[in-house]
């Protein structure tokens, strides 16, 4: 069984940055990935408490932004807790300080839609001169005794409402899982809820296998502080 013990991955090759096209048609949506840092708290903030929304799990939810903060970009990056967050623009994305990120430089796609997407909540997730955040990816490293190499473990993936069922879920587990074949990993895993049948139904056209006769189990909150002072 897999326990989560981050090894220390190998250095990720960078891909060239994309060429994108000048003039594109249609109703152009810009969407890149990249690597998320302390400035982008506020916003995955916001993104965690919207998926709690989402799950009907708000009574779990006690995260602050101080104590994300505190406790993610403390290790570099795919060596231990790691964000991507997924950004969304009407127009190319600047040449700004992600671009040349030379350990991930972002994965930048264009969507042509057939209608402009309403954003309601532009405002509060932007991130840039006309860049919004669109949702986000966090994940880390665990470890398969079966097949003796490290993998990732995806503890969220989410997109926010007004840009779903574009593809933009596809291409933020598409880069987890590249990179994960890039340093040589074995597998990329994640749960997803029994009642979600539009995710099991995505992540199964992803090649995902949804494995029936696993069940999580998990110590926390008063049980886990129970074993405080044991031993």
């Not at 013990?5 to 250095?11: D, H, R, T, V």
């Not at 090649?207 to 129970?226: D, H, K, P, S, Y």
């Amino acid at each position: 069984m897999a326990a989560p013990a981050p090894p220390l991955p190998p250095q990720p090759t960078p891909d060239p940055p994309m060429t994108l096209p000048e003039n594109p048609i249609g109703n152009p949506l810009f969407v890149r990935t990249r690597l998320a840092n302390k400035d982008d708290v506020p916003h995955i903030h916001k993104l965690i408490h919207q998926m709690a929304v989402f799950e009907h799990l708000t009574d779990l939810f006690s995260a602050t932004e101080a104590s994300l903060s505190s406790t993610l970009f403390n290790s570099p990056p795919f060596q231990s807790f790691t964000v991507l967050v997924l950004e969304v623009s009407t127009r190319p994305f600047p040449e700004d300080l992600h671009h040349n990120n030379p350990v991930y430089p972002p994965v930048v796609r264009i969507f042509n839609l057939d209608l402009p997407i309403d954003d309601p909540e532009a405002g509060a997730f932007r991130s840039g001169d006309g860049v919004v955040v669109g949702g986000f990816v966090l994940f880390f490293p665990n470890y398969s005794t079966f097949l003796a190499k490290p993998g990732f473990y995806i503890e969220d993936i989410f997109v926010r409402e007004c840009y779903r069922r574009k593809g933009l879920g596809k291409m933020l587990l598409s880069a987890v899982a590249k990179q994960a074949v890039k340093m040589d990993y074995g597998r990329v895993e994640w749960c997803v809820l029994d009642w979600n049948v539009n995710a099991i139904k995505f992540y199964e056209e992803m090649g995902a296998n949804v494995m029936q006769e696993w069940r999580i189990c998990r110590l926390t909150g008063e049980a886990l502080q129970a074993y405080r002072n044991w031993g």
